[in-house]
């Protein structure tokens, strides 16, 4: 097994992470540190550590959460505010929270320690849409949302995808849509919005590709099922169609 896929299956965060570590140089196999992405490493014979710490393959753990205003999309921080991780119903098992809600934003979060399904559902190369609902302040017009269905330039990222924005309801005071994003910048929809001079009010995440939030209260977390986690796999290709 590759070393990053290793670490990823570890529960150490999806495959961008875990090469960073590798790349610092703070991971060991053998007491040997490794800077490359592709060394072979045995699980059963192999002793591979991360900061002097022996890191061994967890049981895979899925979840849900429907985040509330207010908590951080992060594992700790260092201004004591309260995290996603304050509010796990676990602690035996280490999961990461797959891409981010802001502070001031709700709803879906999958967490998980399978760090390659992570990984496939934050690249845009999969193609998983994640659906918003947003309100925006004024009613922006209908050149301007498709500038931003198009694709608008974020400094310093560059040009986004295509997106697909669906209007609710307008009034005079605020627009409500439905937004449908396949990538995940930082603050994507805030920014984009921003920029075309009609900011967001209220952002919620509804879906990520088949798993909604239906059924599950605010501030709850639930596990997904089997059916759901397998739905998953094969959306980003780690199952193929005619697997159970």
Known sequence: MRL???????GLGARRKVEKLIEEGRVAVNGRVITEFGYRV???????TVDGKVVEIQPKVY???????????????????LTVYDVLPIRDVRVYPVGRLDRASRGLLILTND??????LLHPRYHVEKRYIVVVEGSPPEDKLDKLRRGIYLYPEGKTLPCKIRVIERSKWHTKLEVILREGRKRQIRRMFKKIGHPVKDLIRVAMGPITLKGLPEGHFRYLTEDEVRELKRLVGLLKESEP
Request: charged fraction near 35%; hydrophobic fraction near 35%; glycine fraction near 6%.
């Open 4 to 10: 990053n896929r290793f670490l990823a299956e570890a």
């Open 42 to 48: 045995n699980p059963e014979e192999d002793i591979v």
């Open 63 to 81: 979840m849900v959460f429907n985040k509330p205003k207010n908590i951080l999309t992060t594992m700790k921080d260092e201004r004591g505010r």
């Open 115 to 120: 760090g390659e399904l992570a990984y496939r």
